[in-house]
């Protein structure tokens, strides 16, 4: 047998034990599959973070997230579409990236004391104009372009929140979301 099939025989046979141990904590919340999972893949996701340039705080609330996300999102798992530490490792990849864009958020603009000037009616007018034709525009969209821009505009949502919420592919996500906006862009002209 050579080096190399030896290789990917002993990658293949434990990607199938943790494809089993998902497949158990989906099925039946078995708690020794997620300990298995769960010593093996813990440290492993913390040192991917932290050389991919998390501190040791970000990196360990991170690796605590995405084991979380292992236990309640197990019936999201595919092993069709990648092996178990390919998912692991992409949810540890969006929460590390979630954690940042939440620290980075700007903070909002110091509030003005004392009662503002009132806006000017027209202004007012207009902009009423403008939401009722956007809620139009939207209202417009295919079903599954609008409930993706309802959950990423309305619910603040980010897009790898959505795809763990509806199950949809990341790049899904991002494509019907990109087309929606074109049809409004070209709906508010």
């Not at 158990?24 to 997620?34: H, L, Y």
């Not at 492993?44 to 990196?59: N, P």
């Not at 590390?96 to 903070?107: L, M, S, Y």
């Not at 139009?136 to 821009?149: D, F, G, H, N, Y």
Request: proline share 5%; hydrophobic share 40%.
């Amino acid at each position: 047998m050579s080096e190399s099939y030896t290789v990917t025989r002993t990658k293949d046979s434990e990607n199938a034990e943790w494809v089993a141990c998902i497949a158990r904590i989906r099925d039946n919340q078995d708690q020794a599959a997620f300990t298995r999972l769960f010593r093996h893949f813990a440290p492993r996701v913390k040192a991917f973070l932290i050389r991919s340039g998390a501190d040791d705080t970000l990196a360990e609330e991170c690796t605590q997230e995405v084991m979380v996300t292992l236990w309640r999102k197990a019936h999201l798992f595919d092993p069709t579409r990648a092996s178990a530490a390919t998912w692991i490792f992409t949810i540890a990849r969006n929460r590390k990236i979630d954690a940042i864009r939440r620290v980075k958020r700007p903070e909002p603009e110091d509030l003005p004391w004392g009662p503002e000037q009132e806006p000017d009616q027209a202004d007012v007018l207009v902009l009423q104009q403008e939401s009722e034709h956007l809620g139009t525009a939207i209202s417009a969209l295919p079903e599954k372009q609008r409930v993706l821009i309802e959950k990423a505009y309305y619910g603040d949502l980010t897009h790898s929140e959505i795809a763990e919420e509806t199950g949809l592919p990341l790049g899904t996500i991002k494509s019907r979301i990109r087309l929606a906006l074109d049809r409004l862009r070209h709906a508010m002209k």
